[in-house]
């Protein structure tokens, strides 16, 4: 089936994907990305992350592509050089602030190379910058400016609270905003351009790859739209059903080294 499929880029997501539940990049995951490079497969990779979140894979993995941070909002080359931006309406972030705080999460912003937040012990900043590999900075007020926001991210435990506050949010900016989960716990509102489609289209457009030719894998919400653009999609075994449902086949879980065995048998044809 995928063996018969021409593949030229696989574009993958980061957390829940490409990483194991502990944000740890496996040998046999590092492996599978060599091999792709070997049989002229070239690799991307997006997220949810600001660009230094990802530094660390650029090595290892060899990425040579531009990486698509804030799901698309911001793309950088592997210098983290900025390629190109798409950053919110100052309007638009204030409001998805006020959106997210009236429903009960925290917010977070993303504003050029600052990570804001209100409190820095707040659920998941701790793991969050040990994830990225930087800390955030602790603001009177993440309300306080609102030009060039990358991101607006609502953060909460209570999963069904994050999201009735993703239906919400999509209700209330429609056309200006994209906003979507990119865990469970986490709520990601962006420029309306800013989302995992639009990364299968800028890099198909930036590398001269068809769409037909590119294949996704990844396990959110976030990422059903790339498997809409793309000519094959993977979702992850951790992934929920309704994301299941939106890929065309379906791989192991971030913790039975899913990434990998969904290279090779998909995309390489080297599994046994």
């Known amino acids: 089936m995928a063996k018969r499929r021409k593949i030229s880029l696989v574009l993958t997501d980061v957390d829940g994907t490409l990483v194991t539940e502990e944000k740890l990049l496996t040998k046999r995951a590092q492996a599978?990305?060599?091999?792709?490079?070997?049989a002229g497969i070239r690799f991307a990779i997006t997220s949810g992350r600001p660009p230094l979140g990802m530094a660390m894979l650029l090595e290892p993995l060899r990425v040579e592509t531009p990486i698509a941070a804030f799901n698309g909002g911001l793309f950088v080359d592997r210098n983290l050089a900025v390629v190109e931006q798409k950053t919110l309406p100052a309007d638009v972030a204030g409001a998805a602030i006020d959106l997210i705080r009236t429903q009960g999460l925290d917010a977070w912003v993303y504003r050029g190379n600052d990570w804001l937040v209100a409190k820095i012990d707040s659920p998941h900043?701790?793991?969050?910058?040990?994830?990225?590999?930087?800390?955030?900075?602790?603001?009177?007020?993440?309300?306080?400016?609102?030009?060039?926001?990358?991101?607006?991210?609502?953060?909460?435990?209570?999963?069904?609270?994050?999201?009735?506050?993703?239906?919400?949010?999509?209700?209330?900016?429609?056309?200006?905003a994209s906003a979507s989960r990119s865990q469970p716990y986490y709520l990601d509102v962006t420029n309306k351009e800013a989302n995992k489609g639009t990364v299968v289209e800028f890099l198909s457009s930036h590398l001269n790859v068809p769409a037909a030719e590119i294949a996704t894998i990844g396990d959110g919400?976030?990422?059903?739209?790339?498997?809409?653009?793309?000519?094959?999609?993977?979702?992850?075994?951790?992934?929920?059903?309704?994301?299941?449902?939106?890929?065309?086949?379906?791989?192991?879980?971030?913790?039975?080294?899913?990434?990998?065995?969904?290279?090779?048998?998909?995309?390489?044809g080297t599994a046994n």
């Open 32 to 38: 599978a990305v060599l091999a792709l490079h070997e």
């Open 125 to 176: 900043v701790a793991r969050e910058a040990w994830t990225v590999k930087f800390e955030p900075k602790e603001v009177t007020d993440v309300r306080a400016e609102l030009d060039q926001v990358a991101k607006v991210v609502g953060v909460s435990d209570d999963h069904d609270k994050v999201r009735r506050c993703e239906a919400d949010a999509q209700a209330a900016f429609g056309q200006r």
């Open 221 to 268: 919400p976030n990422d059903v739209l790339m498997f809409k653009r793309s000519g094959f999609s993977i979702a992850m075994g951790n992934a929920s059903d309704e994301v299941k449902a939106q890929a065309q086949v379906t791989t192991d879980s971030y913790n039975d080294e899913g990434f990998a065995k969904a290279m090779e048998r998909f995309i390489l």
